[in-house]
């Protein structure tokens, strides 16, 4: 099983609609976890991060259920710039070495 | 702005050839971090180094090394090129502690080999 496993999607969604991805990860001893994005031939970027209590950003809402050990990340009235490959991110041990999910691509059509 | 640099963008190899892919960062962060990158499998990490002269393996490290004789330098070794190792390499680098997600990607190194 994967450490982290998400739908690779894609995600066809037309402008303004609001689109959710989900993420579960299998080590409950994970302690933080983030949201990356990867533009098509691009490097990936952090997003944002995901807490407890929820976080929003913007048009982007990131959730964490820990008892059920996934993540998910809402993005309200899509742009077309958001079409991007979103990469979820889990760091399990004490240290800075982040576990990466393969990605939700996620396509916004006019 | 900050910055991490790969020093080629695409490299052409043969089996067999010895490989160096160079990443250098100008945030003066302590981790540096080598991932490769390949369809349905995501990025996956090679080697990491906290400090100089320090390094740690990643999840994948058969048939790599690296060095980092500096702290803004973190180098990549193929000591011999094979064909399963025509992937995506991207170097990052961060500063934070373990509940800092950030890491900073160079632009990747594209790797073929013949």
Not at chain 2, 53 to 61: F, S, T, W
Request: with cysteine; aromatic share 12%; charged share 25%.
């Amino acid at each position: 099983r994967k450490e982290v496993e998400q739908d690779p999607g894609p995600f066809n969604v037309p402008e303004g609609a609001t689109v959710a991805f989900n993420c579960t990860y299998s080590n409950s001893a994970s302690q933080s976890f983030f949201w990356y994005r990867q533009d098509c031939r691009k490097e990936p970027k952090l997003l944002m991060s995901v807490y407890s209590s929820g976080n929003e950003d913007g048009r982007f809402t990131a959730q964490l259920n820990r008892a059920s050990q996934y993540i998910s990340l809402l993005i309200r009235d899509s742009k077309l710039s958001d079409s991007a490959t979103y990469l979820c991110v889990v760091n399990k041990e004490g240290f800075q070495k982040l576990v990466f999910g393969t990605g939700t691509r996620l396509l916004v059509s006019p | 702005d900050v910055k991490v640099t790969q020093s080629s963008r695409y490299l052409v190899k043969r089996t067999g050839e010895k490989v160096f892919l160079e990443c250098v960062q100008d945030m003066d962060h302590e981790n540096m971090f080598w991932y490769r990158q390949d369809p349905g499998l995501g990025l996956r990490l090679i080697y990491f180094s906290y400090d100089v002269k320090m390094k740690e393996k990643g999840d994948i490290p058969e048939g790599y090394s690296v060095s980092r004789e500096k702290k803004e330098r973190f180098s990549l070794i193929l000591e011999s090129a094979s064909t399963n190792q025509t992937s995506m390499y991207l170097c990052a680098s961060g500063g934070g502690t373990a509940n800092t997600g950030e890491l900073f990607f160079g632009e990747g190194s594209r790797l073929t080999v013949l």
